[in-house]
Each structure stands twice: as structure tokens, then as C-alpha cells.
């Protein structure tokens, strides 16, 4: 049986991102679409819509094409959008890139996305340099690398501006042309492309209007990274969509974020859940006046019902509100809306407009769930990505002939059509709702000439936040300590990957063709 969602159908909405999310910021042109939470400056709607107009022209001008894949390799700032949408406009796809990615991981990506171009800032450029050179001695040179500020050498946004060239007009076709590619893990392996087609991302912009629009002029505050689907959507395209004003953090910092809540009066706040954890615990909450806030919501990793109940009633909240996503979905499947008095503690809410669910069992695949029951938890909808990038196989293994998402995760559907998130059967790691892709960690440790075998999974401390540990298996007659493998690690790969934990086996535990019995090493880390 599958779950159906209760609102009224969509039709998939086929337009280019751009249009999705800036048809209507003539509407409310001098209301600030950005703010820049530390310096003050904004950039109003007419000046967004404008300056991704010209960057197009711009990206033209140096030859950008439709289909290229540009890489987006910046911070949350201001300018983020106008070089996002310009980019789309130019008919390229954009690959978004972690702001905090070491030269390897940048290298990787560009790599395996085929990107020939790069945006960045003038802070980032020895990563883009290091990631470049990387390539061109592959004989895959980047053939221009732009910066969002300014760098002797590099054309920045500013120059792009200038551009007197036309405006581009790329024959999209929403249904199959890729306007994002963000990198995602997925159930298994090494973080992959998603496909997300302008169709996927303008559908879920649709299916997300259905639950809640915020107003022209709110105010919603930006600390969650824009290259994260979750960003993406929910801080960037939705609110703009909106005609909403975006105060954008290009970090968290608890004292900056509670500051600029109070100076902004933001109403909506978007957060993962050790955001919450610091608006429910930390001393320093007091001392600021959050009045403001009416909207808190927590997604990308699982939320202690206690943890949020504590925080609402400290911000003086009906409740802290929660949505499901995944970067395969677009992302959003469920969102508790803030309008729905009715809904149950620790729920992540109902199916948005136009999208089945299946709970399928754990034991026997082939079997369906009712409601009460938790399974893994298929989708299908006009979200659901066209695939990865070059990676046919793994796409089959996920996203089955008859167009059902299977995410890995486990749930139960109540007898009213709420969803509840219990548990994760993929290899991913969530470490503070980042990916941590248990692969790669992996891979990395295997360089180590005293590691003989590794296995990677996530532990969960008594604070809910989920942890990256490492079982190595030491080279014969190596000493080598925890602290030397955390190091080595540590030196190679984005802060947020980091092992934290290492424990010394004598075996990896494998099954008999070889795969790592991570289950064992669940049970054995309990
Ligand atoms: C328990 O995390 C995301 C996207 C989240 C998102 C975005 C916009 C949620 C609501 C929204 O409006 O994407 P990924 O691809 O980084 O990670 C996906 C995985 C899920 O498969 C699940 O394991 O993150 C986990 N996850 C959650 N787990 C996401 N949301 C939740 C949740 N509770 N609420």
C-alpha cells in the first residue's frame, strides 16, 4: 500500500530554476532579497534579478554554454545568488561545492562532475589554484576561474556585471536539463552527483508552497551553507521565491546568530538540530531578544523530541517544527507546517502535494507496511532526481523500474498521515546534518601505509550528535596511536569529515564477498 499526500495534486512545474524562483521579483523590486548580517549591505530584488542577468551575459562573454558545469565554491554571502542564478540563466549547470573542502575533495569533484569552470573567492583561491592545477595535469584543464569578490587575475562578479554582451538565451528543457548537481553519498559508497533536474527543483519549490509561503519582506535568517540542498532550498530558492528577505551568515557563531536575530528581528529561523541544542541550553540565549522568531524548523538529522520541546518553550514557541528531506528528493517529502496545531510530537510531518510513500519491511523487502509499521521509506514524485552523474548502476540500485526512491531511512507513518524518522540502514554518516560519506573516510585511511584495513561508521554520543569512528586495523609491527590516525585524516579532508573516534581491531568484520558488516560494528560500539 502506499501513502498518498492528503493535498490537492500539482502539475510538475516546468520552468528553469531562475524562473521558478525570480518571475515575480519585479513585483517588490526594492525590497532587500539579501542582507549581509554582518555588514548591513543588501542587494534588493530588482538588483538580483539584474545582476544574475548580466553575470549570464558575463559567463557568455568568456564562453560559458549551455550544459557546462560551473563549480559554485564559496561561503553564504550575498553575492552567492546572483552567481548561482546567473549561471543557470547562462544555461549552465552548477555543481556546489563545500565552502570548507580541502584542494583533494574540490579536485574530486571537479573531476568526477566534468567542471569546467569555477566560482569562488578571492579566500578560496589557493584551494581552486591547488584543485585546478590537480586537473590540468590530468589533461582536464579549468578554463576559467572567477571570483565572487575581488583578485588581480581573475575576472570577478564586478567585471561580469559590466558585460555589454546579450543576455543569453538557452533553449532549456526543465524536464531533462540538470540545473544543480549537488554531491551527495546517497545509501552507499562515494559521494555521487545528483541530478536534479530545473523540473525537480521548480516542483518542489511548488510542492513547498503548498504547506507554507513566507511574506514579501520576512525576514529569515541564513547561517545553514547554501551548497547543502537544505541551504539551497529552503534559504535561498523558497524564500526568494517568496519575495522574502534573506540575512545571510557565512558561518555559525553562536553570538553573531543570536545578534543578529535581535538586530534584524528575524521571524524564521532554519536549523539543524545542534542549532537547537544551543537555543535550548546555552546561557548565552538569555541575553539577546528573540522575540521575533514565529518559525523554527529542524531537518537534515534526527531531533531529540525533548531537546526541541525545551526550545520552544525557552524561545516561547508552540513548537520547534521539523521537515524530511534528502538531496535525491530535491529535497522535501514532509513538513510540518506552521499552521498545524495538530501535530504530534517529533513528527517531521505529512507528505507534501503530489508525492507517494511506501514503508517497505527491513526483512523482506518485497513487502509492504501499513500504517504503525517501520520500513525503509521509498518515494516517488516529481522530485525524485533524474540520477547520478555517469553512474548508471548505482542510480538502478537506488531509484527502482518503477520510479521509487529508496532512501535508507527507516520510519513509521501514524494512522493521521504523520511521518516519523527512527532510524538510518545506509552507510551515511550525519555529523551535525553535514554528509559524512563512511566510503571515502574509508578509501582515505587505506593510504596510511601502517593501516591495514578500516571500517568507518557513525556512533551517537549522549548529546545526539552523531560521530564519525574509525576501526583500523594496524600493518604489522606499526604502533600507530589514535591520535596519529584522527591527524592524518584531519589534514586531508573538510573539518566537519573528521574521524573522532578510533578503536584498534585485530579484523575488519566482513562478509564473505568482502562487503564490511557494519551492523557488528554498531552492535559492538553499543
Ligand atoms: C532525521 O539533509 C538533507 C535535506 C534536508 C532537508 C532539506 C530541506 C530537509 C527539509 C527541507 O525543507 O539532505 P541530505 O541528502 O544531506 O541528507 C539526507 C538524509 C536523510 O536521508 C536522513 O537520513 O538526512 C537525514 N535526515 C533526517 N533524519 C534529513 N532530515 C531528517 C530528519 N530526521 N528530520
Known amino acids: 500500500m502506499a501513502f498518498r499526500s ?132 590530468e589533461g582536464s584543464p579549468i578554463r576559467e576561474i572567477f571570483v565572487c569578490d575581488a583578485s588581480e587575475g581573475h575576472r570577478s562578479l564586478t567585471d561580469l556585471l559590466a558585460s555589454t554582451a546579450p543576455e543569453p538565451a538557452p533553449q532549456l528543457d526543465p524536464a531533462t536539463d540538470i540545473a544543480v548537481l549537488p554531491y ?32 514579501v519582506g520576512e525576514r529569515i535568517l541564513a547561517v545553514l551553507p547554501f551548497f547543502h540542498i537544505y541551504g539551497l532550498h529552503a534559504l535561498l530558492n523558497h524564500p526568494l521565491r517568496c519575495g522574502s528577505t534573506v540575512v545571510v551568515l557565512p558561518r555559525f557563531d553562536l553570538e553573531q546568530f543570536l545578534r543578529t536575530i535581535q538586530e534584524h528581528r528575524i521571524e524564521a529561523i532554519l536549523a539543524a538540530p545542534p542549532i537547537v541544542l544551543a537555543l535550548a541550553k546555552h546561557p548565552l540565549v538569555d541575553q539577546y531578544d528573540l522575540s521575533s522568531v514565529r518559525y523554527l524548523l529542524s531537518a537534515a538529522a534526527p531531533l531529540d523530541a525533548e531537546l526541541a520541546d525545551a526550545c520552544a518553550r525557552r524561545l516561547g514557541l508552540p513548537r520547534v517544527l521539523q521537515g524530511y528531506g534528502m538531496t535525491e528528493l530535491s529535497p522535501v517529502t514532509h513538513v510540518v507546517p506552521l499552521d498545524d496545531a495538530d501535530a504530534p510530537p517529533g513528527t517531521v510531518g505529512r507528505l507534501v502535494a503530489s508525492t507517494e510513500l511506501r514503508v517497505v519491511s527491513l526483512d523482506d523487502p518485497g513487502k509492504d507496511l501499513g500504517t504503525g509499521e517501520s520500513g525503509e521509506l521509498l518515494f516517488r514524485g516529481p522530485q525524485v532526481m533524474r540520477g547520478y552523474f555517469a553512474r548508471q548502476s548505482e542510480t538502478d540500485a537506488v531509484i527502482d523500474p518503477d520510479g521509487w526512491l529508496h532512501t535508507g531511512d527507516v520510519g513509521y507513518v501514524d494512522e493521521r498521515g504523520y511521518l516519523f524518522v527512527v532510524d538510518r540502514v545506509k552507510e551515511l554518516i550525519k555529523y551535525k546534518g553535514y554528509q559524512v560519506a563512511p566510503a571515502e573516510l574509508e578509501a582515505l585511511l587505506l593510504t596510511h601505509p601502517e593501516i591495514a584495513d578500516a571500517a568507518v561508521i557513525g556512533v551517537t554520543g549522549g548529546d545526539g550528535v552523531e560521530r564519525p569512528k574509525a576501526y583500523v586495523v594496524r600493518a604489522p609491527g606499526s604502533g600507530l596511536t589514535e591520535q596519529e590516525v584522527t591527524d592524518f585524516v584531519a589534514g586531508q579532508v573538510a573539518p566537519y569529515k573528521k574521524v573522532r573516534e578510533v578503536e584498534f581491531l585485530d579484523v575488519v568484520p566482513k562478509s564473505a564477498s568482502g562487503k564490511i558488516l557494519r551492523r557488528e560494528l554498531r552492535d559492538r560500539a553499543r
Request: net charge negative.
Open 6 to 137: 492528503d493535498y490537492p495534486d500539482i502539475e510538475p512545474l516546468d520552468l528553469p530554476i531562475h524562473e521558478a524562483v525570480l518571475a515575480n521579483a519585479a513585483e517588490h523590486p526594492d525590497t532587500p532579497a539579501l542582507i549581509d548580517g554582518i555588514t548591513g549591505r543588501s542587494v534588493s530584488y530588482a538588483e538580483l534579478d539584474a545582476g544574475s542577468r548580466r553575470i549570464a551575459a558575463g559567463l557568455a562573454e568568456a564562453g560559458v554554454r549551455k550544459g557546462d558545469v560551473i563549480a559554485l565554491h564559496s561561503p553564504n554571502s550575498i553575492a552567492y545568488p546572483a552567481a548561482f542564478y546567473g549561471a543557470t540563466r547562462a544555461g549552465a549547470t552548477v555543481t556546489t561545492v563545500s565552502s570548507l573542502a580541502t584542494a583533494g575533495e574540490l579536485a574530486s569533484q571537479l573531476r568526477d562532475s566534468r567542471a569546467r569552470w569555477i566560482i569562488t573567492i578571492s579566500l578560496f583561491l589557493p584551494v581552486a589554484l591547488a584543485a585546478a592545477e590537480v586537473l590540468a595535469a
Open 184 to 215: 551527495s553519498s546517497g545509501t552507499t559508497g562515494l559521494p555521487k552527483g545528483v541530478m536534479l533536474t530545473h523540473r525537480n527543483i521548480s516542483s518542489n519549490l511548488l510542492q513547498t508552497d503548498t504547506l507554507h509561503t513566507t511574506g
